[in-house]
């Protein structure tokens, strides 16, 4: 596609509930990145793969978040037990290759947790 | 630790030039960038400077690298209220041999333009 895709664009959710969001990176990049951004915590860097491996886990803000990336294109980050201090944006970018690369960014999920 | 420091906040008139300031604490840093987000949108990128580069000019944007004194700013020139927005200054460890590769972002200062 042009850009960066991701859905849902909104997802509201009860405490306790699993949730899944998805990344489209930008066809051809084999870097692929998640971010979250809140209020309190700014922007904060989580996990990036390269292609579908995914190097350094230890930016997940617990164990309740997993991440897995297949065919080299879309990702998901799932979010188990959700709690009301996971709500957030989560930003999703992409990148040619890692390392250097401008990394180019999709319009977010706003995440709620109620 | 990696750190960007940012001021949250710049008010300047319609018209005149915005300069957007921004600190980081890592010396390796390769790459520096300026990402724009307007409300309820994704991070836009607007320019990043290599880090052996003083300056790069594109536009009405012009970026200055003071890698001695580690601060980066953003200049806009000619402000129009299409402006108004978030500037997230962000450095990349890319190329230091360690890291994840993510970004490093500031907290991001809201410009705001007064008629």
Redesign the interface.
């Known amino acids: 596609g042009a850009g960066v895709s991701q859905s849902p664009s909104n997802k509201v959710t009860e405490k306790g509930k699993d949730v899944e969001l998805r990344c489209d990176p930008i066809s051809g990049h084999t ?1 692929l ?1 998640w ?1 979250r951004q809140s209020l309190g915590q ?2 904060e ?4 793969f390269q292609g579908n491996s995914a ?2 886990k ?2 997940l803000p617990s164990d309740r978040f997993s991440a897995e990336r297949t065919g080299g294109s879309v990702s998901t980050l799932t979010i188990q037990r959700t709690q009301q201090e996971d709500s957030a944006v989560y ?1 999703c ?1 992409s990148s040619l290759v ?11 999920t706003r995440l709620l947790v109620l | 630790g990696e750190d960007v420091e940012q001021s949250l906040f710049l008010s300047v008139r319609e018209g005149d030039s915005s300069v957007i300031n921004c600190t980081y604490t890592d010396s390796s840093s390769t790459y520096l960038y300026w990402y724009k987000q307007e409300p309820g949108a994704g991070l836009q990128l607007l320019t990043y400077i290599f880090s052996n580069m003083d300056m790069k000019q594109d536009q009405r944007l012009t970026v200055l690298l003071n890698k001695k004194d580690k601060h980066l700013s953003l200049r806009i020139a000619d402000t129009q209220t299409g402006d108004s927005a978030i500037y997230f200054c962000a450095e990349s460890m890319s190329g230091s041999g360690g890291g994840a590769d993510g970004l490093t972002f500031g907290k991001g200062t809201h410009l705001i333009i007064q008629p």
Do not use: H, R
């Open positions: 870097a990145y971010y700014g922007l860097f989580l996990i990036y190097p350094d230890s930016g930003l970018a890692v390392g250097g690369e401008t990394q180019y960014f999709g319009p977010g």
